[in-house]
């Protein structure tokens, strides 16, 4: 369970790293969760959020703590052939239109890393995205020069216009992220298509195409059209130091918040 520190107040509370896989635990119990708590009340935290592999099942409840729904994402089987033949008539359409417009798959890593850099952050401006999505260019480029990851890029005529970093554990793998001119928004689906074809063949079974910023919008319904299996993606909100946590609300005028946890971090969001 990848997690940081991180300080409100004078005080600490603890989260798992942002991305799609979550905390593992294997096999599913609520035990580990029990024996975190009790390590992260010795430590002096305030709370903790938790986000959990969609292949965790807990049922609907976890002793001393709340068990949310924060997104939903998309998991692709890739050992049942072409991802194609299961995804919508629009994702075959938008495949079909790449190859006719000549994109050339490139996978020279230190070549997309620096095109990711400077495409990620227009990218980001052009679409309005919130700030926690727009990364540092360090950290662009550690995701992309990760050796376990798979880099592809689209190239049409002398330009690349859009990026993919496909991050890689085991036999399962995640689409992290992608950076697009305009024009190379229509190219996504093609670099999907690739990348679980190269995925399958280095032994990936399933590939997590993740979700939208919020279920519904543009981005979900994109990925939703590969008609990959929905999952839920959970997260246990575990209070530690529960007067610290009220004295935090109460300096944040938090009381009636909904919908964030902890909840005095909400005037932040």
């Known amino acids: 369970m990848p997690f940081f520190e991180r300080e409100w107040a004078g005080r600490t509370d603890i989260a798992t790293i942002q991305g799609l896989s979550g905390a593992s635990i294997s096999p599913s119990s609520t035990a580990p969760l029990s024996l975190w708590r009790e390590y992260a009340a010795s430590q002096g935290w305030v709370a903790g959020y938790i986000q959990l592999a969609t292949s965790v099942e807990l049922g609907e409840r976890v002793p001393g703590a709340e068990l949310v729904i924060s997104n939903w994402v998309f998991l692709l089987d890739l050992t049942k052939g072409d991802v194609l033949d299961s995804a919508s008539t629009i994702v075959r359409r938008k495949v079909r239109k790449a190859v006719k417009l000549g994109a050339v798959l490139v996978d020279d890593r230190s070549v997309l890393t620096e095109r990711m850099k400077l495409l990620y952050p227009l990218a ?6 919130p700030s926690r999505y727009r990364f540092s260019a360090q950290t662009l480029e550690r995701w992309a020069l990760d050796p376990s990851s798979i880099v592809l890029g689209a190239r049409v005529g002398d330009d690349i216009e ?18 697009s001119t305009e024009c ?3 190219l996504t689906a093609w670099l999907i298509w690739n990348a679980a074809s190269r995925l399958r063949e280095r032994g990936i079974a399933e ?15 994109f990925k939703e059209r590969f008609n990959g299996a929905s999952k839920p993606v959970r997260a246990v909100c575990q209070i530690y130091d529960r007067a610290s946590y009220d004295e935090l609300c109460g300096h944040a005028d938090a009381a009636a918040s909904q919908g964030w946890f902890p909840a005095y971090r909400a005037s932040r969001s």
């Open 207 to 221: 590939l997590n195409l993740g979700g939208g910023v919020s279920p519904g919008d543009g981005v979900y319904r």
């Open 124 to 129: 980001m401006e052009r679409v309005g995205a």
């Open 162 to 179: 859009a990026v993919s970093v496909f991050s890689v554990a085991g036999r399962g793998a995640e689409y992290n992220i992608n950076a």
């Open 184 to 186: 190379g928004r229509d």
